[in-house]
């Protein structure tokens, strides 16, 4: 996952937490394997590399889970008014922000038009790509699907008391053994090394987005590797978003849309964390938010 990743656990016997944690970690291996773009065997790169345009497109044919993902990708496009789109991957192409330099106007709408959910054709367990050179990325949720799944072997090896931490994306499986809730620090967006907050949790998720995680710094001005897909310019509004809600999947996907929002990101969060959703926001002023 390209980060560093923790397994917190409470086991009654060395064997019982070993046997648990090692099928944890083998499923996060599964699960990149499966969808990391980074790799030529995954279901991803086989998807984007069958792309083409118009009837010279070929479908692929995917199995139930990848099905499962991409409705889920789906519906945080149609419920984002279409800033969640998994095609606009493509933009890394020339947005590469160990460079220090900004790509030219001329680049960015060059790739344009490979971005776009709406021209990905779908039918049971097959998925078409209707541009050669399209791609599709699990980036703005694989890994907190990860977690996820993580947890869930936990649960069923009999791990009632620990947690998954996947790059800050955390999903806890049950409080300490003696009731205990875990203690949690937020980061702080400006401050490197500092904790912006620490909070408690016994159950449920959490998934943290911001500006300062890949980002890069010119004349003043900060560009971060979360883009805009109308635009393919680099998102502003918030320096950093936490969500806890009940699954990562669902607190990673408000996390990226809140990003996505922009200046809208206060008031478009303040209308979905209710119920069991809650969250912590800094706007651009370094302003806190609670929900």
């Known amino acids: 996952m390209a980060c560093e990743n923790t397994i917190e656990l409470f086991a009654n016997t060395l064997a ?10 083998d499923e996060v291996r599964r699960i990149e394997q499966k969808y990391s773009r980074y790799r030529e065997d995954s279901v991803l790169t086989r998807i984007s590399q069958a792309s083409g345009d118009g009837n010279s497109a070929a479908w692929t044919q995917i199995d139930d889970e990848t099905s499962q993902l991409l409705d889920f990708a789906e519906s945080c496009f149609q419920q984002s008014d279409r800033l969640f ?3 606009s991957g493509v933009l890394r192409r020339v947005w590469d922000f160990n460079s220090g330099r900004v790509p030219s106007k001329e680049a960015i709408d060059a790739l344009m038009p490979l971005v776009g959910w709406q ?5 049971p367990n097959a998925i078409q790509l209707t541009r050669s050179g399209m791609e599709i990325d699990f980036g703005g949720f694989g890994k907190e699907y990860a977690a996820d799944r993580a947890a869930t072997v936990l649960l069923a090896s009999g791990v009632m ?17 003696d009731g205990a809730p ?9 401050q490197n ?10 159950s449920g998720a959490v998934a943290t987005s911001g500006d300062y995680e890949r980002f890069m710094e010119i004349d003043g001005v900060r560009y971060c590797h979360i883009l805009d897909p109308c635009d ?3 998102v502003r509004g918030l320096q950093s978003i936490t969500v806890f809600a009940p699954s990562c999947l669902v607190a990673g996907a408000i996390t990226t ?20 959703l809650r969250g912590l926001a800094v706007d651009q002023c370094g302003r806190v938010c609670r929900y």
């Not at 929002?261 to 964390?273: E, F, Q, T």
């Open 119 to 123: 021209q990905v054709n779908r039918k």
């Open 85 to 87: 789109d998994i095609t």
């Open 193 to 202: 090394g500092a904790v912006l907050e620490t909070v408690e949790i016994a």
């Open 182 to 190: 875990w203690t949690l620090g937020i980061r702080h967006p400006r």
């Open 257 to 276: 849309i809140a990003m996505l929002k922009g200046n809208y990101a206060i008031d478009w969060l303040a209308s979905v964390l209710t119920g069991d």
């Open 161 to 177: 008391h620990g947690f998954v931490d996947l790059g800050g994306d955390v999903v806890v499986t049950g409080p300490q053994p």
């Open 232 to 234: 393919g310019q680099p």
């Open 16 to 25: 019982h937490a070993e046997s648990a944690a090692n099928a944890a970690i």
